[in-house]
């Protein structure tokens, strides 16, 4: 029985490191089945989800992607969760999701702060999200300023109509 169980752990090793194999020669459907495989025997494998995570973002599979990874919030593995948070990050970030893209950076910050990749895409992104606020705020005040400058023509072309019919008048 033991030697049943130390087989079947190496097998998941070895697959779990023909996993990355592909995934770093950018097969990632390899990987990505490598992956499946592995969860469907060992449904807890952290090391896994992650895998299969990553590889389903580069394939553009966004639903399982965000899925896989987010069930790896609450693990203990700090540096795999942190991973998981870096990439949510990034999927968000494509998404348009800019205030959860954030969110995500910063919590792998948090998790690892030797991160220099979280540290650089949290601080751009944090630049890109006042650049636009600033750009909506100016727009804002340009419309206020439109606004408030046809209303004076209106008000100043009633002025004028009603000059003349006065003058029409007499």
Do not use: H, W
Not at 1 to 14: A, D
Not at 92 to 115: C, V
């Amino acid at each position: 029985m033991k030697i049943l169980i130390l087989l079947f752990l190496i097998v998941n090793v070895f697959a779990q490191d023909k996993g990355s194999d592909a995934y770093k020669n950018k097969r990632y459907d390899a990987a990505r089945l490598f992956y499946e495989n592995i969860l469907k025997s060992r449904d807890d494998d952290e090391s896994a989800k992650y895998g299969l995570g990553v590889s389903a973002y580069k394939q553009n599979d966004i639903d399982t992607a965000v899925r896989s990874l987010k069930e790896l919030k609450n693990i203990q593995n700090r540096d795999l969760a942190s991973k998981s948070y870096y990439n949510l990050g990034n999927i968000m970030r494509e998404a348009g999701d800019m205030e959860e893209s954030l969110e995500y950076y910063k919590k792998a910050i948090t998790l690892d702060p030797t991160d220099k990749d979280a540290k650089i895409n949290f601080e751009l992104l944090k630049q890109v999200i006042e650049q636009q606020d600033q750009q909506q705020d100016q727009q804002q005040d340009q419309q206020q300023d439109q606004q408030q400058d046809q209303q004076q023509d209106q008000q100043q072309d009633q002025q004028q109509d009603q000059q003349q019919d006065q003058q029409q008048n007499k």
